[in-house]
């Protein structure tokens, strides 16, 4: 099984809200990422959770916090956020941080 | 960081094989070449990886060459379904940490 469940599917939301993006895995991966995706543009590598602590932040603006409540969760908050930032938000998770990398299907987020 | 170069776009008849070349000349050592694809909009799926010799399973083959600067990843009965975009990536040690380094990627169109 390599599954990882990504919700919600799809996310609207204005530039004032604040809005939670959610990532699950029941692999036992120990390692879990954050990349975003502009269309037609490869995934970009924003956050990385190794044991359940930050292991590395790409210069991320801070409108963009993640959390990692336990090895299985990993979330993304979202607050204030720009048009600029609309995108698909891709959940990844592996063994450990060397290993194969498995992919969730994404949320795809429009912020207006 | 090794990069990787791909052609943006190929068409391969249904049935053949599709050759998708990468070039990673600038690759470490110790870095790994790994292949995904995404079919419109959904997460990468893992496809195969390797680090010097040649690798097969049940979705393709991975030749690498003996000086490691070049890969091709091999689907060997093309079908429509395996109409997607084919990442080349190289993994491997940056700053201390674990990384997939995306190529940008070659559209392949599998035709009937």
């Known amino acids: 099984d390599t599954e990882v469940t990504q919700t919600p599917k799809h996310l609207v939301m204005g530039m004032t809200n604040k809005k939670s993006l959610k990532c699950e895995q029941h692999?036992?991966?120990?390692?879990m990422y954050w990349y975003k995706q502009k269309a037609k543009k490869p995934p970009e590598l924003m956050f990385v959770y190794s044991y359940e602590k930050l292991s590395i932040n790409e210069s991320v603006p801070s409108r963009f916090s993640p959390e990692c409540p336990n090895s299985s969760l990993l979330n993304l908050h979202l607050h204030a956020l720009q048009p600029e930032d609309s995108a698909l938000y891709l959940c990844?998770?592996?063994?450990?941080?060397?290993?194969?990398?498995?992919f969730g299907p994404g949320t795809r987020l429009l912020v207006l | 960081d090794a990069k990787t170069t791909q052609p943006p776009s190929m068409d391969c008849a249904e049935g053949r094989a599709a050759n998708l070349p990468c070039n990673h000349s600038?690759?470490?050592?110790?870095?790994?070449v790994y292949w995904y694809r995404q079919i419109h909009s959904q997460g990468p799926q893992y496809i195969i990886h390797?680090?010097?010799n040649n690798e097969t399973n049940e979705m393709a083959s991975l030749i690498i060459t003996e000086d490691r600067k070049s890969s091709t990843l091999i689907l060997p009965h093309a079908t429509l379904r395996d109409t997607a975009v084919y990442y080349c990536i190289v993994r491997g040690l940056t700053s201390g940490t674990y990384k997939y380094i995306f190529g940008t990627g070659t559209r392949l169109k599998v035709l009937a």
């Open positions: 600038t690759i470490s050592g110790n870095e790994y």
């Open positions: 990844a998770s592996s063994q450990e941080i060397r290993e194969t990398q498995y």
């Open positions: 692999m036992g991966h120990r390692a």
């Open positions: 390797g680090l010097k």
